[in-house]
């Protein structure tokens, strides 16, 4: 195995993060958390969340910036941030939010999380003008404990509609 290289993502990633995003929302909630999402609305959610359409429009999305982790040449984790869109009443759409951070089970341990959350910290700082901001599932403490070494703190609570299911979501602030 070579090192993880972490670099920004480009266009021609995004047949790669569709796949990925999908993949690794499927074994960390569905199979990894158990969360019984009514199956007939989890495939319009996933197709409207990582389809291939979305995640291209999103990466051409000047607002929003995207890194990946690649080991061996295939794109195992990334990050998106941009404006924040977290439903707090001192949130702001000139603040930064992480929108999400995924590394796929089989690239779990190598240090990947830590590393994109850096950078992406970095850039939430450079181009927010405010508070840092963060959606986590309330069940996910290995996030959280990510987090929360990171300075971030609870500040919220919200419902994150996966069709009509809810998950109770936490928002973290650090700033």
Do not use: C
Not at 56 to 67: F, V
Not at 72 to 87: H, I, R, S, Y
Not at 121 to 133: I, P
Request: proline letters at 8%; charged letters at 20%; hydrophobic letters at 45%.
């Amino acid at each position: 195995m070579t090192e993880p290289l972490i670099r920004p993502a480009r266009p021609d990633d995004a047949p790669a993060l569709s796949t990925l995003g999908r993949a690794t929302f499927i074994e960390t909630f569905v199979e990894g958390f158990a969360i019984p999402y009514p199956p007939a609305e989890l495939e319009p959610f996933l197709r409207a969340s990582f389809g291939l359409e979305t995640t291209t429009a999103r990466l051409a999305d000047p607002t929003e910036a995207w890194w990946v982790a690649e080991v061996d040449g295939a794109v195992v984790a990334f990050a998106t941030t941009g404006p924040n869109a977290l439903p707090h009443p001192d949130g702001r759409p000139s603040h930064a939010e992480l929108k999400r951070l995924y590394v796929a089970k089989s690239a779990q341990g190598l240090g990947l999380g830590t590393r994109l959350l850096a950078v992406a910290l970095d850039w939430m700082a450079a181009n927010g003008d405010g508070a840092e901001w963060i959606g986590v599932w309330s069940g996910n403490l290995k996030a959280q404990k990510l987090y929360a070494a990171h300075g971030f703190e609870k500040a919220g609570e919200y419902e994150y509609p996966v069709g009509s299911w809810r998950d109770h979501e936490f928002i973290l602030r650090r700033g």
